[in-house]
Every structure is written in structure tokens, then in C-alpha cells.
T-cell receptor, first 111, second 111 residues
Framework: DAKTTQPTSMDCAEGRAANLPCNHS???????VYWYRQIHSQGPQYIIH???NNETNEMASLIITEDRKSSTLILPHATLRDTAVYYC????????????FGQGTILTVHP | SAVISQKPSRDICQRGTSLTIQCQVD?????MFWYRQQPGQSLTLIAT?????????ESGFVIDKFPISRPNLTFSTLTVSNMSPEDSSIYLC????????FGSGTRLTVV
């Protein structure tokens, strides 16, 4: 798996956009970037994934830089329920189908 | 997306005993995985549950301690054997590839 680097923690005001960065400078050309989150005491939740084009779904947007060495997960209007640990993962190589979780970013959304 | 029912949700067990955790998926899935989340830590992959054959274990995990079954494409069990307090963790299953859905987790406390 390509190694990812995320800030340990971030804060965001409720109603504002939360922008969570991830560095994956060793990513290979055919490796996807996946984002998950884990709300306290729950199982991880898939958010979004992408290869090189920007992606958007009902939960979030994923912006991947042109060189694919970094990406940003955007929660457009953060709510208190978005407080969670967010994981950026780049599975690949011989790790087909498997996820290697790092420490992630603790996002705290405050009123 | 698939829905996974995991049980039990929590248990308190005596050291030296074993606990079997079950995951039932509401549709056939290609892959199933088992993870452990120790207190305050991220998720660590234990093994890939293979349908009709022995599970594939990650480094540091062995079949004698964590026997896994997957009799069909919708069901898998993980047994935590000969438990000690160090086995106190949350155990989670997911479907794959790439874990779009996780079980809600089993919170195990060994006393």
C-alpha cells in the first residue's frame, strides 16, 4: 500500500466546509484513493474514492491533485454528526481488496 | 450496498475461554475481512476469510488463536481462542473488496 500522511487533528465550525488533506506521494498510476470515517464506537463508514478525476457524492467531494500526490476530502457543510476519525487509504499492489488503516485525522466539528 | 449484521455487539469473557463472533451479509460478497481495533488505536487487519478454504492471515496473527470460517458467500465467523486481557478489543468484519460496508463491531472485554 502507498503510505499516506494526514494531520492528526482538525477543527471545523458547524455549517462551514471541512477540508481534510492527505498526502500520498508514492502512489502508483493505477492506485485509487479511498476515504472512510469512524464515528465513535461504530464501524468504519465508506465515504468516497477516486483515481484522478474529482469525485462527488451525497456525502463529500474528493479533490485529487493533477500529479496525484495528494488529495483533499471536502465535507461542504459540516455538522456535529461529522465529528469522527477520517482515514485516507491507498490500497494497492499485492493488497488487493484489503485496507490498511493509519491513524487518520480526528475531525471535531464545533457549534 | 450490502448490510452486515454482526453479533454479539459486546461481551465480557473470562480469561482462558473462547468467543465466536458472527457476521451475516444480506447479499453474496466476494471477500470478507476481519479487523481488530485495540483501545485508542486504529484498525488492524487480522485475516481475509476465504470461502471454502482456509483464511489468509496477516503477519502477527495465527489460525490457532483466531480460527475463521466462511462456509458460504454471506457468512463468516471469527473465534478468539484462549483469551487473555490483551485480547480486549473491538473486532469488526467487512465485505470487500475495499470494505464498502463494515459490521458494527463486537466489543470484547476479557477479565
Amino acid at each position: 500500500d502507498a503510505k499516506t500522511t494526514q494531520p492528526t487533528s482538525m477543527d471545523c465550525a458547524e455549517g462551514r466546509a471541512a477540508n481534510l488533506p492527505c498526502n500520498h506521494s508514492t502512489i502508483s498510476g493505477n492506485e485509487y484513493v479511498y476515504w472512510y470515517r469512524q464515528i465513535h464506537s461504530q464501524g468504519p463508514q465508506y465515504i468516497i474514492h477516486g483515481l484522478k478525476n474529482n469525485e462527488t457524492n451525497e456525502m463529500a467531494s474528493l479533490i485529487i491533485t493533477e500529479d496525484r500526490k495528494s488529495s483533499t476530502l471536502i465535507l461542504p457543510h459540516a455538522t456535529l454528526r461529522d465529528t469522527a476519525v477520517y482515514y485516507c487509504i491507498v490500497p494497492g499492489g499485492t493488497s488487493y481488496g484489503k485496507l490498511t488503516f493509519g491513524q487518520g485525522t480526528i475531525l471535531t466539528v464545533h457549534p | 450496498s450490502a448490510v452486515i449484521s454482526q453479533k454479539p455487539s459486546r461481551d465480557i469473557c473470562q480469561r482462558g475461554t473462547s468467543l465466536t463472533i458472527q457476521c451475516q451479509v444480506d447479499s453474496q460478497v466476494t471477500m470478507m475481512f476481519w479487523y481488530r481495533q485495540q483501545p485508542g488505536q486504529s484498525l488492524t487487519l487480522i485475516a481475509t476469510a476465504n470461502q471454502g478454504s482456509e483464511a489468509t492471515y496477516e503477519s502477527g496473527f495465527v489460525i490457532d488463536k483466531f480460527p475463521i470460517s466462511r462456509p458460504n458467500l454471506t457468512f463468516s465467523t471469527l473465534t478468539v481462542s484462549n483469551m487473555s486481557p490483551e485480547d480486549s478489543s473491538i473486532y469488526l468484519c467487512s465485505e470487500g473488496p475495499y470494505g464498502y460496508t463494515f459490521g458494527s463491531g463486537t466489543r470484547l472485554t476479557v477479565v
